[in-house]
C-alpha cells in the first residue's frame, strides 16, 4: 500500500482514539505510521508492511503495559482522609452537637461527629478519628 492510506489509517484510528478513549486504538495508530514509514524505506510488500503495522502495533502495546505495570507497582496509595492528617485539624460545627453527636465541615466536606453540646458555626479542633466519626473538642 502506498504511505499516504497507511497514514489515513493511522489518522483515522487516531481520531477514534480521541473521539471514544480507552479502545486503546492509538497502538495500531502507531502501528500504521511506521507501516507508512516502511514504504518509504522500501518496504513495498503488502505483506511485509502488514507484518510491520502488527508488529509496531504489539510492540508499542508491550511496552506501554510494562511501562504501566511499573509506574502502578511503585505507586503508594495515599488516602485523602488518612486518619493521621485529620487529627489535630480544625473544622466548623455545621449541625450542632446535641446528645454529643452533630456534625462538622473539614475542608470541603461534612462529617459525622462526637463531642460536647456545641453551637452551628462553632471552630473545633479533631481530637480522634473513630471510623468515619470525627471526635471532636472546642478549640479556645
Known amino acids: 500500500m502506498d504511505i499516504w492510506i497507511w497514514l489515513a489509517i493511522g489518522v483515522a484510528l487516531f481520531v477514534l482514539e480521541i473521539a471514544a478513549p480507552g479502545y486503546f486504538l492509538i ?15 522500501g518496504i513495498h510488500a503488502i505483506e511485509g508492511q502488514l507484518a510491520v503495522f502488527s508488529g509496531a502495533g504489539i510492540a508499542l ?26 487529627v489535630g485539624a480544625l473544622a466548623t460545627v455545621e449541625d450542632a452537637l446535641e446528645g454529643g453527636r452533630g456534625k462538622v465541615r473539614l475542608g470541603d466536606t461534612v462529617w459525622l461527629a462526637r463531642g460536647p453540646s456545641l453551637a452551628k458555626g462553632r471552630p473545633v479542633r479533631v481530637a480522634a478519628v473513630d471510623g468515619t466519626v470525627l471526635i471532636v473538642e472546642p478549640t479556645e
Open 27 to 41: 497502538f495500531p495508530a502507531a502501528g500504521a505510521f511506521v507501516a507508512g514509514l516502511a514504504d518509504l524505506a
Open 61 to 86: 502495546f508491550a511496552g506501554a503495559v510494562r511501562h504501566y505495570r511499573n509506574m502502578l507497582s511503585n505507586r503508594r496509595q495515599d488516602l485523602v482522609n488518612r486518619p493521621e492528617r485529620m
